[in-house]
Each structure stands twice: as C-alpha cells, then as structure tokens.
C-alpha cells in the first residue's frame, strides 16, 4: 500500500513558476514509479511527467518537455515537479500516482487527492 499527498498548488501568472510535491508513504514505496497527472474541466485527465524512484529514469509529456521537470529526494520521500513558463492552458488540478512500472499511461493504482493549479493570462 502507498499513501501519497500533493501539496503547492496555487495561483500564479503566465510566465511564472510553482513546485509541487508528493509526499510518499508506505512499506515498499521505493519499488514504484511515481507521476503526474493533471484533468482541466471538462477534459480527460493526462499525463504530465514521471520518475522511477529506484533509478531516476524520467519520462515527460510533449507539451510539458523542457518547462517541468520531475525530480525525487529518496531522503524525504518526495517526488517534485518543479514547472516553469507555465501557461494558461496549464491550469488544471495536478495528481501525483504511483504504480509498479514507468509508464505514461494511465494505469497508476495509487492516487493522491490532487491540488489545483491556476495559471492566469
């Protein structure tokens, strides 16, 4: 079982910046991968970015590459997504996930409860 908690969503202008965090929790919580999911209204919910917590392999969304980036700090249990340039369209209530495999599907068997992220124009 794997336990995960998002938090530093916020509001924030075009151009501008937010890190957001998940904290992981659980007995074999570093066998998992761990990503990022975000749903805006009225869409579908999709992928964004995600870290294999064993070797650090990464794997991102075409339209997130080059402005976010994942990272992990195995001391902490907490996996980051540090994301820059935001813009407009990047509003949506972000999810971190965990699952065995790095996958960008959306297969994840553990979720977070997710935290909103405003970007405004």
């Known amino acids: 079982q794997v336990q995960l908690v998002e938090s530093g969503g916020g509001l924030v202008q075009a151009g501008g910046s937010l890190r957001l965090s998940c904290a992981a929790s659980?007995?074999?919580?570093?066998?998992?991968?761990v990503g990022w999911f975000r749903q805006a209204p009225g869409k579908v919910r999709e992928f964004v970015a995600a870290?294999?917590?064993?070797?650090?392999?990464?794997l991102y969304a075409d339209s997130v590459e080059g402005r976010f980036t994942i990272s992990r700090d195995n001391a902490k249990k907490t996996v980051y997504l540090q994301m820059n340039s935001l813009k407009p369209e990047d509003t949506a209530v972000y999810y971190c996930?965990?699952?065995?495999?790095?996958?960008?599907?959306?297969?994840?068997?553990?979720w977070g409860q997710g935290t909103q992220v405003t970007v405004s124009s």
């Open positions: 870290i294999s917590w064993s070797d650090g392999s990464t």
């Open positions: 659980g007995r074999t919580f570093s066998a998992y991968a």
């Open positions: 996930a965990a699952e065995m495999s790095l996958t960008s599907r959306n297969l994840y068997r553990y």
